[in-house]
C-alpha cells in the first residue's frame, strides 16, 4: 500500500511561497561604468532620503523603527572623510566601485558593510540598466509596497 506521506510533504513546502516571491522581486543595479554594485529587496526609488544630501537611504540593521532590508553590495571600502553638517561633522566610509573606484555611497562605521544602522547609496550614482529583472517583476511590486 502505497505512503501519501510524502504528498504532504510537499503541498506544505509550496506554503514558503513568499520567500520565492520575495526573491523574484530582488532588485539589482549597476555602477556606470558597468559592474554590478547592489542587488536589494526593494527598488531604490521606493525607498526614504536624506534631507542633507538626498541620499538614499537603505536600513542596514533591525531596530524598533523596521525591518533591515535584505541586500548585497559589492564595492571597496575607503578611509573615512569628514563632512561638515549643520551642528558638527559627519564621519562617513565612503564606498566605491572596485572597477572604477567611482564612489557609490556611504556608511558611518567602518567596516564590514551593514556594521551601522544604515548604508546610504549616492542619488543617481547606480543604474538598473543593466538589470534582467523581467518586465513582469514590477507587478510585484505592488504588492509587496502595500
Ligand atoms: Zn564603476
Do not use: W
Not at 521606493?46 to 542596514?60: E, H, N
Not at 525591518?67 to 571600502?77: E, H, Q, T
Not at 558611518?108 to 556594521?115: D, E, N, V, Y
Not at 549616492?122 to 538589470?131: C, E, I, R, V
Request: hydrophobic share 35%; proline share 6%; glycine share 6%.
Amino acid at each position: 500500500m502505497p505512503k501519501v506521506v510524502s504528498r504532504s510533504a510537499v503541498s506544505s513546502s509550496t506554503d514558503a511561497q513568499p520567500t520565492a516571491s520575495s526573491t523574484a522581486a530582488l532588485r539589482v543595479y549597476y555602477c556606470i561604468c558597468g559592474e554590478f554594485i547592489l542587488v536589494i529587496d526593494k527598488s531604490l526609488a521606493s525607498l526614504p532620503k536624506r534631507t542633507t544630501d538626498s541620499a538614499i537611504v537603505i536600513r542596514s540593521q533591525d531596530s524598533e523603527a523596521g525591518k533591515a532590508r535584505v541586500f548585497k553590495l559589492n564595492v571597496v571600502m575607503k578611509d573615512p572623510i569628514l563632512i561638515e553638517r549643520q551642528g558638527g561633522h559627519e564621519r562617513q566610509y565612503r564606498l566605491h566601485c572596485p572597477r572604477c573606484s567611482l564612489l557609490v555611497g556611504y556608511q558611518s562605521t567602518p567596516l564590514p558593510i551593514k556594521s551601522g544602522p544604515f548604508v546610504y547609496i549616492l542619488k543617481g550614482a547606480l543604474t538598473q540598466l543593466q538589470g534582467q529583472v523581467p518586465s513582469d517583476a514590477f507587478e510585484d511590486e505592488k504588492l509587496i509596497q502595500s
